[in-house]
């Protein structure tokens, strides 16, 4: 068994609704299904009765702007209770002020949805190093807000290659130091949406950033995972490739 150091923890996110704006942590449970508290909460279309009928920013940007704040911890995981939306006002999260005013924006009924195992489009986790996204921007053009990748782990890589997370898939990331620390197993590439175009303080899209990743690289940037061994992971925590 191999280990081999690629770099350190960065930033640990996690976005308790899907689509709103992520929190940034110096610390979190990395547990089964994900970071504990990650996108447990989501808006659902009222009448979609697909497989994927939440309300995304790839369907109504705005939601970028949507801050949760306030967190209860009662259940073992945060858990938000209250957003802080575009116009700056406090809410519940639960209430019908912030159901109606979400309906209001996109046009049509929502309803808030809670499922304990999270709402994820592929895996639990996902991963991606701020030099794939200074790669991206350069060729796009343009200085990216790393929030636009929505990452629940950024690595900070001694390689600073574009991109070189692709070499990851079909092996394991282990976290701290030793071989015995959290980990997960990286299953495939991170295949981005139009979310990767809107920008994360102002909610407007550019589509140079999605064009450039389609160019780049078939439209793949940064990695799933999923958990593998469960345990608590730290910025600064040094990373390992098995």
């Known amino acids: 068994m191999r280990l081999t150091q690629i770099g350190q923890v960065r930033e640990i996110t996690r976005y308790p609704v899907k689509s709103m704006a992520g929190t940034s942590v110096e610390a979190a449970e990395l547990g089964w299904h994900g970071l504990a508290g990650d996108r447990r909460f989501a808006f659902r279309r ?3 009765d ?5 309300l995304t920013a790839s369907r109504l940007p705005e939601l970028v702007l949507y801050h949760p704040v306030e967190f209860d911890t009662s259940t073992g995981e945060p858990l938000p209770t209250h957003v802080r939306t575009p116009a700056g ?3 519940e999260l639960r209430g019908a002020e912030l159901t109606a ?3 209001g924006r996109f046009g049509s009924d929502v309803e808030l949805m809670k499922l304990n195992h999270g709402i994820f489009d592929e895996t639990a986790i996902s991963v991606i ?3 794939t996204i200074a790669g991206i921007g350069r060729e796009a053009g343009l200085d990216l807000d790393r929030r636009r990748f929505r990452a629940n782990i950024l690595i900070e890589t001694e390689r600073g290659e574009t991109f070189v997370e692709d070499e ?9 130091d030793g071989d015995a620390g959290p980990a997960v197993s990286v299953t495939m590439r991170d295949l981005r949406c139009v979310m990767v175009n809107i920008d994360p303080e102002t909610g407007e899209q550019d589509g140079r950033v999605m064009k450039t990743i389609v160019r780049l690289s078939k439209n793949n940037a940064g990695v799933y995972a999923t958990v593998i061994r469960t345990g608590t992971i730290r910025v600064g925590d040094r990373v390992t490739l098995l």
Do not use: D, K, Y
């Open 168 to 176: 990851w898939v079909g092996r394991t990331l282990v976290f701290g």
């Open 101 to 103: 005013e979400i309906a």
């Open 89 to 91: 006002s406090r809410v």
């Open 129 to 131: 190093s701020p030099a």
């Open 46 to 48: 009222v009448g979609v």
């Open 50 to 54: 697909s497989g994927m009928p939440w």
